[in-house]
């Protein structure tokens, strides 16, 4: 996405935001399920340096019904 910004005592500015996520699901049993997932997440092109990032995620869940 290219996200536009208007600012009050400044130049308008502008960033691009990324982001993916792939995830699976496993039934492990009848009361068990497994998930996980991968994603990526990244912001660029701020005129503010700082603002800037890339964020890596990894998950696991494990539910179990009673």
């Known amino acids: 996405a290219r ?3 208007s600012r009050v005592n400044a130049a ?3 960033d691009d935001t990324f982001r993916v996520r792939a995830g699976l699901n496993y ?3 009848t009361r068990t399920s497994l998930s996980g997932w991968v994603a990526r997440e ?3 092109g701020s005129d503010t340096e700082t603002n800037n990032y890339t964020e890596n995620q990894v998950g696991l869940y ?3 019904t009673f």
């Open 3 to 5: 996200r536009e910004f």
């Open 27 to 29: 039934q492990l049993g």
């Open 12 to 14: 308008d500015a502008e």
């Open 62 to 64: 494990v539910g179990r």
């Open 42 to 44: 990244e912001r660029s």
